[in-house]
């Protein structure tokens, strides 16, 4: 079991390190400072440094990302068996305005810790280290354990855990994402999909706006049409449970526009406007389908209206993905979670995008379990977490590992 002070000290020495993403800064000492606090494991430790090609081709939002990506695997190996891969990720969001605490300064108020990645994702990182150090000198397993410390998931994960399993130095039998809430397990995820709609009309004097074509108002029946499909998106259901506090009982899909930008002046009739478009996609949904149905959406408005005029870019895809509940990482997980924290724990699939797809891809059976709860506002000011939820988010993680790989009985 790990304990408190040594977990303080290692998430200390984690939070001080600003890894805000983007850019994406401090990896290299950040992955330097885990290689050091597992050196008492004497694992096997690979530091991966993702190409710079790969990052320009992944990431569509490479404004602002700087700096060098890098990944660290560590690995423990004892006798045959299947290989648990367990993950968490070292990047955090900007800390934005308002902070009543130092972000970048671990402070312990009661039963409490604040600081920027405190919940998401250093605190549930900091966890696996110690595990993972525990495991090392503890007999009762066989097989391999692998620590995946990955960068990057705050901005799609494409430069990190994507990364190491694409290119094969990441493999195993089982995979937890140690990575949102400590209230369920997560077991499926939905997908996104991003449009970017570029409406074209034609410039003129507004006070000869009859002679134009005003790119704005051409939008906004893309924009009344969207609402409706998103209606219909709206009802369909996924037949993946979803927690009931986001308001639905099962995943499903959506169509949100996001962003709209056009005219440069008031008395000139645009001739451009663009609309940013996110699709939110169920594991049952396919996604060249939905690019489809997106296109022909517009076919048709520009089939009633000629001067209604496009581009579509499309981009910025992330997968979904569902893991079986049936599956051994699903139930053991569920087992250690009902026995560490009385009640019975839920398997939800959640609506965001998680780096756990990736996992999934290639036909890990992957969960998502964090330490974190609505009220430890990860992403947001005052990031907090409650120590006992770290502790108890080990010793469910501890237990499973060491269930699924237990040594073989010798006959
Ligand atoms: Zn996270």
Redesign the pocket.
């Known amino acids: 079991m790990i304990d408190e002070f040594n977990l303080e000290t290692v998430l200390k020495s984690l939070i001080e390190i600003d890894t805000s993403n983007p850019p994406g800064r401090n990896y290299g000492r950040i992955i330097k400072l885990i290689e050091k606090q597992l050196s008492s494991s004497r694992c096997k430790v690979e530091i991966v440094e993702t190409p710079k090609k790969r990052v320009k081709e992944s990431i569509s939002e490479a404004r602002g990302i700087t700096g060098e990506r890098v990944n660290l695997i560590a690995t423990l190996e004892r006798g045959k068996g299947k290989t648990m891969i367990l993950n968490a ?1 070292a990047d955090v969001v900007p800390v934005g305005e308002g902070w009543t605490y130092h972000p970048f300064k671990l402070t312990r108020r009661g039963r409490e810790w604040y600081g920027r990645g405190v919940a ?2 250093k605190g549930p990182l900091a966890v696996l280290i110690l595990v993972f150090n525990e495991l090392a000198t503890n007999p009762d397993w066989q097989g391999k354990i692998i620590l995946a410390s990955t960068i990057d ?2 901005i799609g994960g494409h430069a990190g855990l994507s990364y190491l399993l694409d290119v094969g130095l990441l493999k195993g039998d089982y995979c937890i994402v140690g ?2 809430g400590i209230e369920n397990i997560t077991n499926a995820a939905n997908g996104c999909l991003r449009f970017r709609v570029t409406i074209k009309g034609r410039s003129i004097h507004s006070s000869m706006n009859w002679l134009g074509i005003n790119a704005i108002e051409k939008a906004t029946k893309l924009i009344k049409r969207l609402v409706e499909y998103n209606a219909d998106l709206n009802r369909l259901n996924s037949k993946i449970p979803a927690n009931p506090q986001t308001g639905v009982n099962w995943l499903t899909p959506s169509i949100t526009v996001g962003v709209i930008r056009g005219g440069t002046k008031v008395n000139i009739v645009p001739n451009i406007c663009v609309l940013e478009i996110d699709r939110r996609l169920i594991p049952e949904e396919d996604k060249s389908e939905a690019v489809t149905n997106f296109k022909n959406i517009l076919e048709e408005l520009s089939n009633i209206d000629v001067d209604l005029k496009y581009d579509i870019e499309v981009g910025g895809f992330h997968d979904s993905f569902i893991t079986s509940i049936d599956c051994e990482v699903v139930t053991t997980l569920t087992q250690t979670y009902n026995a560490v924290i009385t009640g019975k724990v839920n398997v939800y699939g959640t609506l965001g995008c998680l ?1 756990a797809a990736h996992v999934a891809k290639y036909k890990i059976p992957v969960v998502a379990f ?1 330490a974190s709860r609505v009220e430890s506002n ?1 992403h947001g000011v005052d990031e907090h977490v409650r120590i006992d939820d770290l502790l108890n988010f080990g010793k469910i993680i501890e237990a499973t590992v060491l269930r699924i790989l237990k040594t073989e009985e010798v006959n």
């Open positions: 990720h998401d994702d998931e705050e990575d949102g780096d964090g990860s």
